[in-house]
């Protein structure tokens, strides 16, 4: 099925380093989305990138698209603890209308 | 989000019996999403509405049915609840002035037990 696949599944960091998360997909997008999930709690949208850019910065966050190779990449600068959620990205596809696709997500875990 | 909310938050029900889940926005947002989370799943798309009385099926609609009467409430309602619905429900909304129409904005979750 259509929807974005993200590596790896799980990920243990210190606090201070930084951490990486992928997210590939099969078709073409309009834009992909990155989103975090704390524990019991609903998603929160962190950051949107359209499929004719290939870099964007929010704050400790960077994104990049790479649309030859169907892949996105969300690093987390200088992990704190508070990062503790799981991740998720949401692939918009060309022809889905507003419907997003999630995937399982990665499980990243910051430790002190 | 203080925008959208769920209603229950949790609900035990038996089998066989129908469930409603409410889920109401104060946004004005034009679209509205059921999901739900299961663990190795991730969020599946159930129902999504793009206007009053306009919705579609998702990837996992059997068993569901949605309503929306007005632009605030999205109602998910299961038929006949079966064990196989014990979930946790998410309701979302996009389209509103606010991270434009591809930016969806989550409630806190229904959690859902069927026995």
Redesign the interface.
Known sequence: ?Q?GEEDPQALSIQEGENATMNCSYKTSI??L?W?RQNS??????LI?IRSNEREKHSGRLRVTLDTSKKSSSLLITASRAADTASY?C?P?FTGG?????????TQLKVEL | ?AG?TQSPRHKVTETGTPVTLRCHQTENHR?M?W?RQDP??????IH?S?GVKDTDK??VSDGYSVSRSKTEDFLLTLESATSSQTSVY?C?I??GER???????????TRLTVL
């Open positions: 099925s929807q309009n834009n989305q989103y019991g709690r609903g998603l929160v949208h949107l998720f949401a918009s209308g507003n419907k997003l696709t999630f995937g399982t997500g | 989000d959208i679209y999403y999901y190795g799943h991730g969020l599946r798309l999504y793009y998702g990837e998410f979302a996009s389209g991270g434009g129409p591809d930016t969806q904005y989550f409630g806190p979750g």
